[in-house]
């Protein structure tokens, strides 16, 4: 756990440092106090006259409260620094994962399930959390506390103390084995509870498909399977623990009754005072509940540690989509946009033997509008997601403006483009957030044009607080017409000059659509738009329609052109232009 976890904790090194001083002051401060109960006892407690020996109990006595001061002010210091490491460490952590998350590839999402990762990041860095910010610095405290309790009774009991070492050194073995053993099932429970988590961020996610179907008896057996099957990992992990921790303790225990006992016989032969006694049975004590302690701490630990294997295999995970090493700059953005596919062949990774593109030709003329029509797997979607470069082509290349999609920043080549999606996504933010979402820093001016060009002004004012009003998570607040409104509002306020729209008014009702197509047509003027779609009205006013079937282009033309030919076209245009 440690290595993985250097990075994040080298920034805080100094930190570091003066918790370990605090924790080892405290447990010096622990360890001193025997040696004063046995002055007290050997010293305060001899003399023959009452005022000499009232005087020498309350010396005794102030030490003893010196002693108890010092280590309530040390712990209470290293309690603080330890916690605001476990919690800084911990933020650090949920923020890397999460990042790092944001920045993979569709690739990784389509073998990773978002449960999971909400799993990762919530579950396992509150583990870790627990144990960088108490268990960690607990366990460090009772091991100085107990090397040092067994150094200071080797020092003042040495036989006695060196037949005990011996018994101790057969106690670790075992406890290594029922270690591994933690360590495994600690892993297994945590991917077990990121399983209920998957299912719920699913059906949580689609209720009212689940509600529709009258599912919810069915989805929570589901979910009390992945429950229990968690329950049942983390109770053989829980059974292995006790046995780890019972095993220890008690040989633990034993081993230094056998220790006190020896002192015991040596008082009675008189070898050593009553006070050397006293001191001798609370060094026992001691190191007994360090050992306790220990014990405790080193099952956290083998559990953090799966929770440390989970979030490095997140954050080990490389995006086969990234910056270029030598980046090259696009022209400066002046008008609309030129793109280029030449002999592209693409099939995804989760489909290697079906290829989704190939031999794909397509020249888009700087202001042109294109649109993509074709049955379902013809590959229309997939273009629009080669261009945006969250897959890389196998064969053939894209090129922006002049400049292939690869050899580009990520942010240059996506800040050029807007996308209107056909299920648009509102985020739980005001409507306002909602449409600069694409440029943050734009003014509420702006922001308001842009909501006026796509028809979405009127029903955004006639909300309880305009502008400002929360619009629900996923926009439950608004109609489907209204959702998709305020997306266009936000790719006109991106100001892109390539213009993706993806089926962006497929899901609507007439009235709806006519609204939409009206800011739609308002989004394209100037801009160079791909798009994709089934409705007559947006292919209409196409300046070229590219038919597709099997990732190739079959034909190209107007609309007239084409369902004159009588090839696929026409046939579509047959079943699913006709009114």
């Known amino acids: 756990m440690g290595p993985a976890l250097w990075p994040f904790l080298r920034p805080y090194r100094w930190r570091i440092a003066s918790a370990v001083v605090f924790l080892v002051m405290a447990a010096v401060a622990t360890l001193v106090f025997p040696i004063a109960l046995r002055q007290l006892i050997d010293q305060g407690l001899i003399a023959a006259d009452p005022g000499e020996r009232m005087m020498a109990l309350r010396e005794h006595f102030l030490w003893l409260f010196a002693t108890g001061a010092a280590l309530g002010l040390f712990s209470a210091l290293r309690f603080y620094a330890v916690s605001w490491l476990g919690e800084r460490v911990s933020a650090d952590l949920r923020t890397a994962v999460y990042a790092h998350v944001l920045r993979q590839s569709p690739e990784f999402f389509e073998t990773t399930q978002t449960g999971e990762v909400i799993s990762r990041i919530t579950t396992d860095t509150t583990v870790i959390q627990s144990i960088v910010g108490s268990s960690l610095s607990m366990g460090l405290r009772n091991m100085i506390m107990g090397i040092g309790a067994i150094a200071l009774l080797i020092a003042t009991n040495p036989w006695v103390m060196t037949q005990v070492m011996g018994i101790l050194v057969l106690v670790v073995l075992p406890a290594l084995f029922f270690g591994r053993r933690v360590r495994r099932l600690s892993r297994a429970s945590q991917d077990r509870v990121a399983d209920t988590s998957a299912i719920a961020a699913e059906m949580l996610n689609a209720i009212t498909v689940v509600q529709s179907h009258a599912q919810e008896g069915r989805e929570a057996q589901r979910f009390d399977v992945a429950s229990e099957a968690a329950f049942d ?52 004590i001691l190191l007994v509940s360090s050992v306790a302690v220990l014990a405790e701490v080193w099952g956290e630990l083998l559990r953090a540690a799966g929770a440390t294997e989970r979030l490095m295999e997140l954050l080990a995970a490389r995006s086969p989509v990234a910056d270029p090493v030598a980046p090259l700059d696009p022209p400066a953005q002046s008008g609309p946009s030129r793109v280029v596919f030449h002999q592209v062949g693409f099939h995804y990774p989760s489909r290697p ?227």
């Open 233 to 284: 990992t983390a109770r053989k992990r829980a059974r292995v623990r006790a046995l780890l921790v019972a095993f220890i303790i008690t040989a633990t225990f034993g081993a230094l009754l056998w220790g006190l006992y020896q002192g015991t016989q040596a008082v009675m032969a008189g070898r050593i005072s009553a006070g050397h006694l006293g001191q001798t049975v609370v060094y026992v």
């Open 353 to 579: 033997d079906r290829a989704a593109l190939t031999q794909f030709d397509l020249h888009i003329a700087p202001g042109e509008t294109v649109a993509l029509v074709g049955p379902s797997g013809a590959g229309k979607s997939t273009v629009l997601q080669l261009l945006q470069r969250f897959y890389d082509v196998q064969q053939g290349h894209i090129e922006l403006d002049g400049v292939p999609v690869d050899r580009m920043r990520l942010a240059d080549l996506r800040s050029r483009m807007a996308l209107v999606p056909q299920q648009s996504v509102i985020f739980s933010a005001s409507a306002l957030d909602n449409i600069r979402y694409g440029r943050p820093e734009a003014s509420r001016d702006e922001v308001i044009a842009a909501a006026r060009a796509a028809h979405a002004h009127e029903f955004i004012e006639q909300l309880p607080q305009g502008y400002d009003s929360f619009l629900g998570e996923r926009g439950v607040r608004l109609s489907g017409g209204q959702r998709q409104r305020i997306a266009i509002a936000r790719a006109m306020l991106q100001n892109a000059s390539l213009l993706l729209l993806d089926e962006a008014t497929s899901a609507l009702d007439a009235e709806s659509e006519r609204l939409v197509q009206q800011a739609l047509d308002e989004a394209m003027r100037d801009r160079t738009t791909l798009v994709i779609a089934h409705r007559l009205a947006t292919v209409q006013r196409a300046d070229r329609i590219v038919v597709m079937e099997d990732g190739r282009i079959v034909e190209q033309g107007r609309h007239a052109e084409l369902v004159a030919r009588g090839g696929l076209y026409a046939r579509l245009a047959a079943l699913q232009f006709t009114h």
